[in-house]
């Protein structure tokens, strides 16, 4: 553990994936936010206590796992932990913009609860594609065709592609053949690519409606893999967020440039963690259990 006076903390908050296994705590805040997701027709207060199938879907996955971050980002900071930046994976980045003081929590999860409902509507898959370098994953890709695309940049041997089925299946299949390893994802469509672009247009009002205010700690984009700190520029990000590639590797490497010391994942397992530690020496990553348990 470092001396507090040379400790940089970022607050990472992980995407769509693990949906967590039970309520949070009941605080005014939480009943509010469970009766917003409640209004969008995702009762979660009654789906998560008894392991609902439809929590696996995209519409109910999404706001459950932002729920669940803002739970978590909220105990930490009452055990005294200041993030000095934010950074959110996809989904996450709406956590990332409350935690900066960009969006208010209500006006996130309005906003989630849409995308998640927008989103499911279009099929499609994703697949990790592992031990091999991003020149060669980008290779298949380009033989396959425009079907598939490269969706996030997570590490210097993991890409995820993303488009139909067939066409993700064939470079799964194809990375197989050289070395490298496909691992399907549980999603239901085609995150981060053109074919979401429906869905990124229907969003796009709701966006331009919602407050974005000046942040309170500088916030790294995914979009940009850059330091946003601008609210117009922010909104702008958020818009062709759905369509944008997930650039991973550029925020952590923007977060060791800036001196963090330690990035602790706001959220249920170690996705981020796990990742981070592939991409940098820099930084000591940390589970949200970590964190709470008091390493940092």
């Not at 994703?126 to 396959?144: F, G």
């Not at 041997?157 to 299946?169: E, I, S, Y």
């Not at 490298?180 to 247009?201: N, Q, T, Y």
């Not at 796990?274 to 820099?282: D, F, P, Q, V």
């Amino acid at each position: 553990m470092v001396d507090d006076t040379n400790r940089r903390i970022a607050f990472l908050y992980p995407g769509q994936g693990a949906i967590p296994e039970a309520l949070p705590p009941s605080t005014p805040q939480v009943e509010r936010l469970l009766a917003i997701a409640a209004s969008h027709d995702v009762p979660l207060a009654e789906w998560i206590p008894n392991g609902d199938e439809r929590l696996g879907e995209t519409r109910a996955m999404q706001p459950a796992i932002l729920i669940d971050s803002l739970v978590r980002d909220a105990v930490l900071r009452q055990s005294g932990l200041v993030p000095a930046f934010v950074a959110g994976h996809s989904l996450g980045e709406y956590a990332a913009l409350v935690g900066a003081g960009v969006l208010s929590a209500e006006g996130a999860l309005d906003l989630v609860c849409e995308r998640g409902r927008l989103m499911n509507r279009v099929d499609g898959a994703m697949a990790a594609i592992v031990k091999l370098a991003p020149s060669v994953v980008e290779h298949l890709c380009d033989d396959v065709g425009s079907d598939v695309v490269i969706a996030n940049r997570n590490g210097p041997r993991q890409l995820v592609v993303t488009g139909t089925h067939a066409a993700v299946a064939r470079v799964v299949a194809e990375a197989e053949a050289v070395g490298g390893r496909g691992i399907r994802l549980r999603v239901s469509g085609p995150f981060h690519s053109p074919f979401m672009k429906p869905a990124e247009d229907a969003l796009a009002p709701s966006i331009a409606r919602t407050t974005f205010s000046t942040p309170s700690v500088p916030v790294v984009s995914a979009v940009s893999g850059g330091v946003e700190q601008d609210p117009g520029r922010l909104r702008t990000l958020l818009t062709v967020q759905i369509t944008s590639c997930v650039r991973w590797v550029d925020v952590v490497d923007r977060l060791a440039s800036s001196g963090v010391t330690h990035a602790v994942e706001i959220g249920s397992g170690s996705v981020l963690t796990n990742l981070g530690r592939r991409i940098t020496e820099k930084i000591a990553f940390l589970t949200y259990e970590e964190a709470a348990d008091g390493v940092v």
